[in-house]
């Protein structure tokens, strides 16, 4: 979804600091947290650990998306429920496939570096045309999640969509390439808000988007490599 920052207001402008420090507090607040569900997801409490995680992480995550009120606390809040339902899903993951983790946690760092290599040497322009084709696709992808979970209360499996075969590594690999898409604008999004002088305070909001959209693309390389496994 395109946005608009607004220009500071008097306070210190917000720099490329500001939001390499705020995403790197969220990523620690997400190990920590996850470092707790996983020591846990063997216990009677790990399905408590999810759905507190899952429910936590996508109501303040909605809040803070379409209100853009991020501040420390609820950017910190989001990636504490964030790190629950990681550490317990990560955890049953690596039961199944061993070593898988590993592999995801470096697929997600490689592709988010280079994502950023292709962005600032400008093989990839940021235009509205690209924000609307990114945005509709995103909401688009989320859409057919939510049908496909539906789905599954009547049918096994769904759709499809989560299952092995073809037909989900094909999903997961077109949600691969739409959450790394997405990486690039929130890369955008950060340039233009320095750019236009906007306050230190929009940082937690450009780190929260960086955090949502690593998140996902981690979840997604992890049932890839767990669907190329099976």
């Known amino acids: 979804m395109s946005f608009e920052p607004v220009a500071g207001s008097g306070n210190r402008y917000m720099t490329l600091d500001d939001v390499v420090v705020r995403t790197a507090a969220m990523l620690v607040v997400v190990m920590l ?24 992480g996508l109501g303040l995550g909605l809040y803070i998306a ?7 606390f609820t950017s910190l809040a989001y990636a504490a429920f964030e790190g629950l339902f990681l550490g317990a899903v990560s955890r049953a993951f690596e039961s199944a496939y061993p070593g898988i983790v590993v592999q995801a946690i470096t697929g997600t760092i490689m ?73 690039v604008l929130d890369f955008d999004l950060i340039e233009r808000s320095i750019r236009r002088g906007t306050d230190e305070k929009f940082a937690w909001y450009c780190a929260f988007g960086i955090m949502v959209t690593l998140i996902w693309l981690y979840l997604e390389i992890l049932r890839l490599l767990g669907n190329l496994r099976n």
């Open 33 to 56: 947290s996850g470092s707790v569900s996983w020591a846990l997801a063997n216990s009677s409490v790990a399905g408590a650990l999810i759905l507190v995680g899952v429910l936590g």
């Open 66 to 72: 379409f209100t853009t009120k991020a501040n420390a």
């Open 111 to 183: 592709v988010a570096a280079g994502m950023l290599f292709v962005y600032k040497i400008g093989a990839i322009r940021v235009t509205p045309r690209l924000w609307r084709v990114v945005a509709g696709a995103t909401i688009g992808l989320v859409g057919l999640m939510l049908v496909n979970l539906i789905a599954s209360f009547f049918h096994s499996g769904g759709l499809g969509l989560r299952e092995g075969g073809l037909l989900g590594i094909g999903f997961s690999l077109l949600c691969i390439v739409i959450a790394s898409l997405n990486l």
